[in-house]
């Protein structure tokens, strides 16, 4: 990873960051809603679960409230926001040559243990951002610009948990010793 | 001095200054929220929507499954002199700290503003709009037109001010000689027993939308 | 005055595209910033990179300052936009698990996307997990639905939390951001001796 050639490609996160908050209002300006993200993945996960074990779905009131007799969790409008970020990433990745198969991964580690941990995270991330109710897209972003206590309660506990562990795994992302 | 002019340094002064601006500015208070809302909601009550007529307020209070809220806004001494059974007195000022219950109220509530006539009365139907925009409604005439329909003339309530509506002015126009609140009979009148009346009915239950949530 | 009813206005499938453009606008973003990669977002918590940060908190106060402007100004009414509700502890306990999974996993739900879009295959584990750990939800949530629905707060706001007007609360908020960005940038000094090249 150059640091210093990346920087001339990936822009300013100032400049990013004024323009997502702009991008944020404008969503609350629009649709009443902020931005999100783990609720359209987790609606994807119930539609198939849907598809494969309706007749569970419906007994689960969880689930059913999403998916239940003819309810097609799909026809939400986070999905459709999800499907939106996957195109514009793409696009951005394809204008700036960065679309391509390869795996980001710490120097100390080797492709094949980072797909292990990506693949736990992931696990603990799906399951913590239903438990919160939201993810740091929703909640933190979203709901800390509209002043939610929750959201911030939220923010300030990823961030802990983040940095709590950091050291430990330090392997993971670390150059050097 | 040239650091002082650093992207950086500038941005966040203009945050700054901004924030600091909005402090001063202040978020709209209800009247001038209200005035932010009018076009959209003004012409319920030019077109007489949220008007109700007395004997559809007796309905409601008569219904066991409506969760009925009436707020009386009119000075103590008229609420001591003469009041609804089970209306509440509130002031205008005092109007700001109903919020959490209004958005508390479930699908089956319907609020029910009074005064003597309607001024006041309507005065608070806009602010409470601009509070929490509760299914809201006005006591069409007030409390001088309620007594003119279900006023019985007797020792306490000595007579009707038939011409009451003629001239709003936002005082009791009936004359009572014993200040008896909730306790006279026209505070609750008896649905059986007194004359039908005729009325458009206005009220309808709003469907409850939840204004939070959104990760699905 | 703002929110408008978008399905009244553009029928269903006029507010889907606007809903597709906003995901669309936030996908690029994101991308454009770097976040499609997890080296770039987990190196925020060991202060060698502060990306995730300036982002956030540039974006976070930024969107405020709109919302509550156009909100004092009339345009848009901020009793009808959707303001998360709290659950507190529930909130608390799922962010700490999320903060592990971000260390751990290297993206959080919506840069995971933009990963996959762009092809990374450590994305695509962590997405293949997200749906996993989505999936365990939903099927475990029925024993521990008294915490999840526990801590129930309604629409909770910070100027209700601490007795302030909303324009103090901005501010405060805006210079919490502003102490954080320097004070993060010390500590990344001291550490590496060095800032980010912005």
Known sequence: MNELSDKIRYWNPYVGGTLLGVLLFLSFFLTSHGLGASGGVNRIAVAVQDIVVPEHVDKSPYLAQMAGGDMDPLRHWIVLEVVGVL??????????????????????????????????????????????????????????????????????????????????????????? | MKALFKPQVLGAGFLLAAAGALALYGQPDLEQKWEFMAPEYASRLEYREVYIDPAELLHLMNDDYIELLIYDVRDERDWNIFHLVDSE?????????QRKRLEG??????????????????????????????????????????????????????????????????????????????????ARPDE?????????????????????GGCG | MAPFD?????????????????????????????????????????????????????????AMLLVFWASAL???????????????????????????????????????????????????????????GVLAFGESVGYINEFWNSSYMGRFILPELLGLDTGVVVLLVVCLALVMFLGF????RIIYGRGDPE
Not at chain 2, 109 to 136: C, F, H, Y
Not at chain 2, 159 to 167: E, F, K, P, V
Not at chain 2, 193 to 210: E, I
């Open chain 1, 87 to 177: 195109l514009g990433g793409f696009t951005s990745g394809m204008l700036r040559g960065r679309v391509r198969l390869q795996t980001y991964h710490g120097p100390q580690i080797t492709p094949h243990t980072r797909w292990a941990f990506a693949f736990a995270g992931g696990i603990l991330m799906g399951y913590g951002a239903r438990l919160a109710r939201g993810c740091t897209s929703g909640q933190a972003l979203s709901g800390g610009a509209v002043l939610s206590v929750g959201s911030w309660a939220f923010m300030f506990a990823v961030f802990a948990g983040g940095y709590g562990l950091a050291w430990f795994v330090r392997r993971l992302w670390q150059p050097g010793a």
């Open chain 2, 89 to 97: 007195r509130i002031d205008l000022a005092d109007l700001p700290s």
């Open chain 2, 105 to 186: 109220l479930s699908e089956m509530g319907v609020v029910v503003v009074v005064s003597n006539d309607e001024i006041l009365a309507t005065r608070a139907w806009k602010q409470l709009m601009a509070l929490a925009k509760p299914n809201v409604y006005i006591l069409e005439g007030g409390i001088n037109h309620w007594l003119n329909v279900y006023g019985i003339v007797d020792d306490e309530h000595q007579g009707h001010d038939t011409a009451s509506l003629a001239r709003p002015d936002g005082t009791l126009r009936h004359p009572f000689k014993l200040a008896l609140g909730a306790r006279h009979a026209a």
């Open chain 2, 192 to 212: 059986h027993r007194v004359p039908q009346r005729r009325y458009t009915a206005k009220v309808k239950l709003l469907k409850k939308v939840v204004k939070a």
């Open chain 3, 6 to 62: 978008l399905v009244a206005l553009l029928g269903v499938t006029g507010s889907y595209l606007v809903y597709l453009g906003i995901g669309f606008g936030f996908g690029f973003i994101l991308e454009s910033s770097g976040f499609g990669d997890s080296r770039k977002l987990a190196a925020q918590f060991y202060f060698r990179e502060l990306r995730v940060l300036k982002v956030m908190f540039t974006a976070i106060v930024v």
């Open chain 3, 74 to 132: 009339g345009l848009l009414d901020y009793d009808e936009i959707m303001v998360k509700e709290t659950w507190l502890w529930p909130g608390i306990v799922g962010g700490l698990i999320m903060g592990v999974g971000f260390i751990l996993g290297g993206y959080c739900p919506g840069t995971s996307l933009v990963s996959v879009a762009t092809l990374k295959v450590d994305g695509m584990f962590f997405l293949l997990g997200h749906v996993v």
């Open chain 3, 185 to 188: 940038g010390w500590i990344q």
